[in-house]
């Protein structure tokens, strides 16, 4: 079985600033790691992915992630923020194998302020 | 292709009543997930299918619960006699076996509150 802790429920920070979204995993098996993005009653759109390879993973509207196996650690990264950022973000894992279903953290609210 | 879709995407019932719920999944992906997210909560699994056959099924899915995909196209998902703790988002994933590593790519979801 997996499970994700995502650190901070509540991520304020001022517009064109840089931020972490942190997220980290426990697994007895390896993993893929994903990040989704929802904005107000929505549902979840792919940031992005780490299936192998890279450990640094870059997705959409500028956002990357980087794996730590050491840490078990997939932490979200931005350089400047837009107002449009503002939406929850949810960390997710699922285990190679059988196992089928995503794991989420149970989200980061980002708040972007002008 | 739009995607998956969802229908309806809000639902307002009275407790007891029976509700069901449709998704319609990415065309040629074979794989289907229905998740029930609660406020402030991330996603939690309930049930999966490759084509029409359901593989597994979470401890949330109750005995009030049942999921169904008859052609393995489209999906339902039905809730009898609702109680107010159902309340909540159910979302749809879909996602191709061997593919993209089964990336799930999720619909707008169906807002259910029991009143």
């Known amino acids: 079985a997996q499970s994700v802790t995502q650190l901070d429920s509540q991520v304020p920070v001022f517009e064109e600033a840089p931020v972490e979204l942190r997220c980290n995993y426990s697994?007895?098996?390896?993993?893929?790691l994903f990040w989704y993005v929802q904005y107000p009653n929505q549902g979840l759109q792919l940031l992005l992915k780490y299936l192998s390879g890279s450990t640094l993973v870059k997705g959409i509207n500028g956002f990357e992630a980087e794996f730590n196996k050491s840490q078990t650690s997939f932490h979200l990264r931005k350089p400047s923020v837009h107002i449009s950022d503002t939406a929850e973000y949810f960390c997710a894992v699922r285990g190679w194998g059988s196992a089928r279903q995503l794991t989420f953290g149970s989200g980061t609210q980002l708040t972007v302020l002008p | 292709d739009t995607g998956v879709s969802q229908d309806p995407r809000h639902k307002i019932t009275k407790r007891g009543q029976n509700v069901t719920f449709r998704c319609d999944p990415i065309?040629?992906?074979?794989?289907l997930y229905w998740y029930r997210q609660t406020l402030g909560q991330g996603p939690e699994f309930l049930t999966y299918?490759?084509?029409?056959?359901?593989?597994?099924k979470s401890r949330l899915l109750s005995d009030r619960f049942s999921a169904e995909r008859p052609k393995g196209s489209f999906s339902t998902l039905e809730i009898q006699r609702t109680e107010q703790g159902d309340s909540a988002m159910y979302l749809c994933?879909?996602?191709?076996?061997?593919?993209?590593?089964?990336?799930?790519?999720f619909g707008p979801g169906t807002r259910l509150l029991v009143l």
């Open positions: 299918f490759q084509n029409e056959a359901q593989l597994e």
């Open positions: 065309s040629e992906h074979n794989r």
């Open positions: 994933a879909s996602s191709l076996s061997g593919g993209d590593q089964e990336t799930q790519y």
């Open positions: 697994s007895s098996v390896s993993v893929y």
